[in-house]
Nanobody
Framework: QVQLVESGGGLVQPGGSLRLSCAAS????????MGWSRQAPGKQRELVAH???????NYADSVKGRFTISRDNAKNTVYLQMNSLKPGDTAVYYC??????????????WGQGTQVTVSS
């Protein structure tokens, strides 16, 4: 069984920073891509940032230049550094990862979500 556990959310003032972490655990053979998505009240979930196993990254236009995704393969962890936060970044942030439990078996896993609130 595989689990993703996020941490690092909270309340921050506009212009502030937060760093989210997401650690994968369980029967992991290899982790391919990892990413962060967010869902604000009344809106659809949207992809925020994505990183491949080769460390290629892509970002939503709304966060380019402000957010940075990275990963530590030794710790099976993905991070999201969020700077210059805006009220519009307020949402529940979810991490996800495509994880192989063997060469032939892989699946997409999601964390439980962590709340990020940007407000003065």
């Amino acid at each position: 069984q595989v689990q993703l556990v996020e941490s690092g959310g909270g309340l921050v003032q506009p212009g502030g920073s937060l760093r989210l972490s997401c650690a994968a655990s369980g029967s992991i053979f290899r982790i391919d891509s990892m990413g962060w998505s967010r869902q604000a009240p009344g809106k659809q979930r949207e992809l925020v940032a994505h990183i491949t196993s080769a460390d290629a990254t892509n970002y939503a236009d709304s966060v380019k230049g402000r957010f940075t995704i990275s990963r530590d393969n030794a710790k099976n962890t993905v991070y999201l550094q969020m700077n210059s936060l805006k009220p519009g970044d307020t949402a529940v942030y979810y991490c996800n990862a495509y994880i192989r439990t063997s060469w032939f078996r892989g699946d997409d896993y999601w964390g439980q979500g962590t709340q990020v609130t940007v407000s003065s």
